[in-house]
């Protein structure tokens, strides 16, 4: 199976490197930046409309922006185009088999997902986070490094959570809403809240 990199930049590296670990065939990079890494052949998102979807599988390398859906966009684009993409676990991450992956989802090091826990399509799951027991994060979903995801939470689509945040137990988290970093959640937010430091306020 060949596989086409979506974008770079540090979230690229982050990945390219599990990518080294699974010995996967990296065929070319897609972006319009074409001085990141020289070792890989840069196509645009024209050229690789026309690859062979059967053979040909893509890696989101787009990193998640609060402010910005260019990560979700290119994802929906080339899934209408026929396009597969590669679920990466790091080999260091703790992933139960009763726990549920789905399609390009991204478990990065050291991090872990309990028993019947699911994570949605097109998430980052990143260092050292956690996602306990019967938790659901819905599509394209960013959990930061040191992200604590207590029991039966649920986050819905398109939300961030930022860096060493703690979601309690039995807490909803809505769509499109911004946790910041630190924060310890106690209280369900609705959607397109943001949530700092005890203070929900509208996105």
């Known amino acids: 199976m ?3 990199f979506l974008g770079t930049g540090g979230h690229f590296n982050v990945l390219l490197d599990i990518v080294k670990l699974k010995n996967l065939n990296v065929i070319a990079i897609c972006d319009i930046k074409k001085n990141i890494n020289n070792k890989f052949k840069y196509i645009t998102e024209n050229e690789l409309s026309n690859f062979d979807t059967k053979h040909t599988s893509l ?4 990193g998640f922006d609060p402010s910005k859906d260019t990560r979700r966009n290119k994802f929906l684009k080339f899934k209408k185009l026929g396009f597969k993409f590669l679920t990466l676990i790091h080999p260091s991450a ?8 789905n399609e390009g989802s991204q ?9 019947n826990a ?3 399509q097109n998430c ?3 260092t050292k986070s ?3 027991h019967d938790s659901i994060i819905e599509d394209n979903v960013n959990l930061s490094p040191n992200t604590t995801i207590c029991g039966n939470v649920l986050v819905k689509k398109n939300s961030y959570i930022g860096a060493s945040a703690t979601i309690l137990n039995n807490i909803t988290i809505g769509k499109n809403c911004h946790i910041f970093p630190g924060s310890v959640v106690n209280k369900n937010v609705k ?4 949530f700092i430091n005890g203070r929900v306020f509208k996105s």
């Open 59 to 62: 890696i989101n390398a787009i």
């Open 94 to 101: 703790t992933v139960s088999s009763e726990s549920q992956i």
């Open 107 to 115: 478990i990065l090091s050291n991090s872990s997902i309990m028993p």
């Open 124 to 126: 980052i799951v990143n």
């Open 130 to 132: 956690s996602v306990d």
């Open 118 to 120: 699911s994570i949605g």
């Open 2 to 4: 060949n596989v086409v």
């Open 191 to 194: 959607d397109n809240f943001n």
